[in-house]
């Protein structure tokens, strides 16, 4: 499982995006959880960090990962 850390979600609906974008990147089987209050969101699958944070990145919002 990767987990990264995301900044600048503030509502449901950012929540909506960040897992759209993740669940778009090549190699996720499963966007496990994208959690408001803690800032971060878990996947499972081969996908390379570096993709997911882009993805996140391309939504608007900051990733690291964790």
């Known amino acids: 499982m990767t987990t990264i850390h995301i900044?600048?979600?503030s509502c449901q609906h950012c929540v909506k995006?960040?897992?759209q974008?993740?669940?778009s990147v090549a190699g996720v089987?499963?966007?496990?959880?994208?959690?408001?209050d803690a800032g971060l969101a878990q996947?499972?699958?081969s996908?390379?960090?570096a993709e997911l944070i882009a993805a996140v990145e391309d939504?608007?919002?900051q990733a690291s990962a964790a």
Do not use: I, K, P
Not at 29 to 36: A, F, P, Q, W
């Open 17 to 19: 995006a960040v897992d």
């Open 21 to 23: 974008a993740l669940a």
């Open 29 to 36: 089987e499963r966007v496990v959880r994208v959690d408001l």
């Open 43 to 45: 996947v499972e699958g």
């Open 7 to 9: 900044q600048g979600m």
């Open 59 to 61: 939504e608007g919002y």
């Open 47 to 49: 996908a390379e960090t």
